[in-house]
T-cell receptor
């Protein structure tokens, strides 16, 4: 089965702690994305990557970091610099350069203790 | 800055009624996508519209695109409770590195 997986489903962060959210896809997509969704709000782009070892900041990149060492994987680290990280985080992927839709993972809900 | 606006933001409608959700955008894109999100869940792709005049239908939902007016509509026919969800439109602007711009979302509640 092709698709996008995110883990964990729920994540708790303590003050001053960095946490990493996992995103893996087996769709052979070049482009991958991270979005943040606050309750009752739309999606805001954090980072995106069009190719391995390259990524670009989105609208709200401050306090977050990413890596793209493998085509299948695009982990997101929420650093201690992100003062209000409580949100629903969604990872997506898409075939680069085409007109296909973005496919979304199931999401990770991050809560601050 | 590219903007994508949806209206209404909230929609409460009775079963059996018809209604339309509007998506206006500020670019000349001819690539428009509709998604559905159930409470607490991820986004699910509904429609992909890739040219002026494009129309797609699935069940009680029909989406259309007017690139000259920079407008897409999502029409709901004879609403049923199962259609209750939040609906998002998104625009893909050529040359922006595959970046999507999402609308604010329309929260639809269908009342029995």
């Amino acid at each position: 089965d092709g698709g996008i997986t995110q883990s964990p489903k729920y994540l708790f962060r303590k003050e001053g702690q960095n946490v990493t959210l996992s995103c893996e896809q087996n769709l052979n997509h070049d482009a991958m994305y991270w979005y943040r969704q606050d309750p009752g709000q739309g999606l805001r782009l954090i980072y995106y990557s069009q190719i391995v070892n390259d990524f670009q900041k989105g609208d709200i990149a401050e306090g977050y970091s990413v890596s793209r060492e493998k085509k299948e994987s695009f982990p997101l680290t929420v650093t201690s610099a992100q003062k209000n990280p409580t949100a629903f985080y969604l990872c997506a992927s898409r075939r680069a350069g085409g007109t296909e839709t973005q496919y979304f993972g199931p999401g990770t809900r991050l809560l601050v203790l | 800055e590219l903007k994508v606006e949806q209206n209404p933001l909230f929609l409460s409608m009775q079963e059996g009624k018809n209604y339309t959700i509007y998506c206006n955008y500020s670019t000349t894109s001819d690539r428009l996508y509709w998604y559905r999100q159930d409470p607490g869940k991820s986004l699910e792709s509904l429609f992909v519209l890739l040219s002026n005049g494009a129309v797609k239908q699935e069940g009680r939902l029909m989406a259309s695109l007017d690139t000259k007016a920079r407008l897409s509509t999502l029409h709901i026919t004879a609403a049923v409770h199962d259609l209750s969800a939040t609906y998002f439109c998104a625009v893909d602007e050529r040359g922006t590195g595959n970046q999507f711009y999402f609308g604010t979302g329309t929260s639809l509640t269908v009342i029995p």
